[in-house]
């Protein structure tokens, strides 16, 4: 299926709208990859059903965009919640093949008690050589029944990396250091796909930390349906000196579906100062 969007292709359109790696000092400044954070959702805001049961809520055109997004980053990180719910692929199969770059992004799963199951997808394909390896970050201190699904993850095929956790072994682990890590082992781009309690902690964390210094780019897929009470959201927790400044980037509709690209505040500026 090929889809124009204002014009342009899809890869087109998310080139014009991502930063570029390298482009921007706050990548050796805060020692981070760039992130994407990027969410399908309803019209009422939610973006999983009851008890976080997958939703389909794009369309074909806007999970187009989001294969194709996924080949534009080094790796695409999910919460285990996502995973155990979702049991998600996160490739690019919706691009055709004769189409479809050969670059694939890394799955990296935040699941702090290591609660992945070892028959999940992302497991199976990386076993099946149909996906790369997948990073599983756990808290680094693992108690010794963590320490038995470590093996049992790595027997799988895992890539098993420790994280301290805050007041080693809360299993909270913040996103600045998980983002160091990754950073540190290559990973200069990063998708950041969901659920709500990672888009919830990746939302707030600025206004813990230095304003604006963790989310670069915010693509929300809005879908013309209504979940009501019973779906999950995502900002129900974020007060409002939590929220960070976004500035509008673009707006385009996706077959039934709207896209819009944020982008935060401070990112943009830093980018002007690099350009004078």
């Not at 093996?151 to 682990?173: K, M, N, Q």
Request: net charge neutral.
């Amino acid at each position: 299926m090929s889809v124009s969007v204002g014009g342009q292709s899809v890869a087109e359109f998310l080139s014009s709208v991502l930063p570029v790696p390298g482009n921007s000092r706050l990548e050796d400044e805060f020692q981070r990859p760039l992130v994407t954070l990027t969410f399908a959702q309803s019209l009422d805001g939610k973006i999983a059903g009851k008890e976080g049961k997958q939703l389909i809520l794009s369309g074909k055109e806007s999970m187009l965009m989001t294969h194709w997004m996924r080949t534009k980053h080094d790796a695409i990180l999910v919460g285990i919640g996502t995973a155990l719910n979702d049991d998600p692929q996160l490739n690019s199969r919706h691009i055709p093949e004769d189409e479809r770059p050969s670059h694939l992004p890394r799955p990296v799963v935040l699941d702090a008690n290591l609660r992945l199951r070892p028959d999940c997808k992302l497991l199976k394909n990386y076993r099946e050589r149909k996906g790369r390896r997948p990073w599983v970050i756990c808290d680094a201190n693992l108690t010794s029944n963590d320490i038995g699904r470590k093996s049992t993850l790595e027997d799988a095929g895992a890539r098993v990396i420790g994280v301290p956790s805050v007041d080693g072994g809360s299993c909270f682990i913040m996103i600045p250091d998980l983002l160091k890590v990754l950073y540190n082992l290559g990973i200069k781009t990063l998708m950041v796909e969901g659920g709500a309690t990672i888009i919830g902690s990746f939302l707030a964390e600025p206004a813990r930390t230095e304003p604006n210094a963790i989310i670069d780019t915010l693509i929300i897929t809005i879908a013309p349906t209504l979940v009501g009470n019973d779906g999950i959201g995502y900002g129900e927790k974020l007060s409002a000196t939590q929220i960070p400044s976004l500035k509008h980037i673009r707006t385009e509709v996706m077959g039934q579906d709207v896209v819009i690209v944020s982008a935060l505040e401070r990112i943009l500026f830093e980018s002007a100062l690099a350009s004078i």
